[in-house]
């Protein structure tokens, strides 16, 4: 990375000018100190670093340490500046060309890091209760858990992506129960929900059951005789409904790994042994209690109810438990903002059962507000925009995954429904995907013969398919000389994309991608405004196209990482 190029020139002169006497008392210099900055005023440079805070050792002003240590600084042709106590950089163009051969070497490769310490992971989001359809807030965790998922397989880390089905509750018992109105409704019964509400809270009464009764009635001609058999019909559809929803949002799960399967093993039992045996629990009120506190949570918990059933806490234990017993180096999570009180339960939970508690990574993320007409509406007041498979249908599913994205995981998001279907550079994804089309499309121009509409001749082509094969294949550094400064600030902004990745992979952040390409995309619109991509100068036209290449193959890598698509024509 450039910025990285220039750090190293400061530290190597920074031990240049100690070992000539040049700062002061400093008699010594550890790497990691001193950081890049992109200056806020373009005018003082490209980068910057601030070296004020060697100040303290050398005992010598700030703006001499950086006068002093640019002496030893082998500038090339880069342009280097000395203000207070920062060594400003604008970078020259060779750095500039071999970021452009980069890209066209790279290609789809090209923001992947070399060399990284490599983890298996195992990523686990949305992981929704299979008794009815997601709500737009499963829809931020889609979005965000897949684009995270990309993330970190180009970084360079095996990812295995898990839902949890949580289906042995009692929730599988309320859906059985609740479908069984709908079906007596269908066999024409005068029957329906309770009105009372403490009652109602112990059925599912919206009517997506309703094609699930009608379903259920094609191959049975009545009500079971055991309410099991509605309970594992309704949750083999719903989930079917949800899989299907997942597919069509480009979300791809490696396993879909059941609660119900965890009890069954023995695991859950086995997990509260343990924590038995090693005098981690204890009985009060007739209820086993987890001592969490002891390591890390604000109380103790509950594990076993004094009825004897399980709390959702000890399926949580064994789940993470077998986990690391498959073999994964590191757990991430994404949970509701709702759930932050289990975070500190769990992994006291793996610390009294002898495992490290910082291979678990918990991503807590807000709600999703719907705006319509600048307003926000309440989810569930408008019978037609309840669902995620709603939003999906009015707004689509590239506008829908980049929104999801492009906000903090630890921020509200508003979702403004009216602005995400609108073809307008007010809409962040169409402005993007248009950026890219823009591209391709000045790659056709120069690609594509020239038809005069008056008199319908046509014009060769300003280069050969042949030609352009050539410049992508085999691209020629020397078209730059001359020719880059035109492009400086976007070829910067192309470069800024490695340390996106970099640091959005460290930080587990995904709406930095989204923030990127609305930049880049800006920037080259404001290039293509400024400068003539197609002229007279064959030369000058490989030259910029190189440029317009470069931006194509970024924008595009860049939304394949959040899958979404990036359109030649629009």
């Not at 470069?495 to 995309?521: F, G, H, P």
Request: hydrophobic content about 40%; aromatic content about 10%; proline content about 2%.
């Amino acid at each position: 990375m450039i910025k990285d190029y220039f750090l190293n020139k400061v530290e190597m002169a920074v031990e240049a000018a100690i070992q000539a006497g040049k700062l002061g008392q400093m008699s010594e210099y550890s790497k990691g100190t001193l950081i890049v900055e992109r200056p806020k005023n373009q005018e003082f440079g490209d980068y910057a670093v601030n070296v004020s805070s060697l100040a303290r050792c050398a005992r010598i002003a700030p703006a001499l340490i950086a006068q002093n240590v640019l002496e030893f600084i082998d500038k090339e042709d880069n342009d280097y500046t000395v203000i207070a106590g920062f060594i400003n950089f604008k970078a020259g163009n060779s750095l500039l060309i071999d970021l452009i051969d980069e890209i066209f070497r790279k290609k789809s490769l090209f923001g992947k890091p070399d060399n990284i310490q490599k983890e298996k992971i195992i990523l686990e989001y949305v992981s929704a209760n299979p008794t009815g359809p997601f709500h737009i807030g499963h829809g931020r965790w889609a979005a965000m858990g897949s684009v995270l998922a990309n993330l970190l397989k180009f970084y360079g880390h095996e990812v295995y992506q898990e839902f949890y089905i949580n289906d042995a509750g009692s929730q599988i018992q309320k859906l059985g129960n609740s479908l069984a109105i709908r079906i007596r409704q269908k066999l024409g019964e005068d029957v329906d929900f309770p009105v009372d509400e403490a009652e109602r809270k112990n059925y599912y009464p919206g009517d997506y059951l309703i094609p699930v009764a009608e379903e259920y009635l094609k191959t049975h001609n009545g009500l079971p005789d055991d309410v099991q058999t509605l309970c594992n019909f309704a949750k083999n559809y719903e989930e079917k409904v949800q899989r299907d929803l997942l597919e069509k949002f480009r979300v791809h799960f490696d396993n879909f790994y059941s609660e119900l399967s965890l009890h069954k093993s023995g695991k859950v039992n086995e997990c509260v042994n343990k924590l038995k045996n090693s005098g981690k629990i204890y009985e009060k009120e007739g209820a086993v209690w987890f001592k969490s506190s002891d390591f890390g949570d604000d109380q103790d918990r509950v594990i076993k109810k004094a009825d004897g059933a399980n709390t959702y806490l000890t399926a949580d234990i064994a789940y993470h438990i077998d986990k690391l017993d498959r073999g994964f180096d590191r757990m991430i999570d994404i949970w509701g903002a709702d759930h932050h009180g289990y975070v500190a339960r769990v992994k006291a939970s793996l610390a009294a059962l002898g495992r490290d508690p910082e291979k678990l990574e918990i991503l807590l993320g807000q709600l999703v507000n719907l705006v319509v007409n600048g307003e926000e509406v309440r989810m569930g007041k408008r019978k037609n925009m309840v669902t995620l498979e709603d939003l999906i249908d009015e707004v689509g599913v590239d506008a829908t995954r980049f929104w999801m994205a492009m906000r903090n995981i630890d921020t509200t998001l508003d979702f403004d429904i009216d602005l995400a279907k609108k073809n307008s550079d007010e809409n962040p994804v169409f402005y993007v995907q248009y950026a890219h089309a823009r591209a391709c499309s000045i790659i056709r121009n120069v690609i594509n013969e020239k038809i005069d509409t008056q008199s319908g001749k046509s014009a060769p082509a300003i280069l050969s398919q042949n030609e352009y094969s050539d410049l992508i294949d085999n691209f020629d550094k020397s078209l730059l000389n001359g020719n880059i400064q035109d492009g400086r600030k976007l070829v910067l902004k192309l470069e800024e994309y490695k340390s996106l990745i970099e640091n959005s992979a460290k930080t587990r952040q995904v709406y930095t991608i989204c923030r990127y390409v609305q930049e880049l995309a800006a920037e080259f619109h404001s290039f293509y405004n400024s400068v003539r991509v197609i002229n007279d100068d064959k030369k000058l036209t490989k030259a910029r196209l190189a440029l317009v290449y470069s931006v194509k193959t970024v924008l595009n890598n860049a939304l394949d990482l959040l899958a979404v698509t990036a359109p030649e024509r629009m």
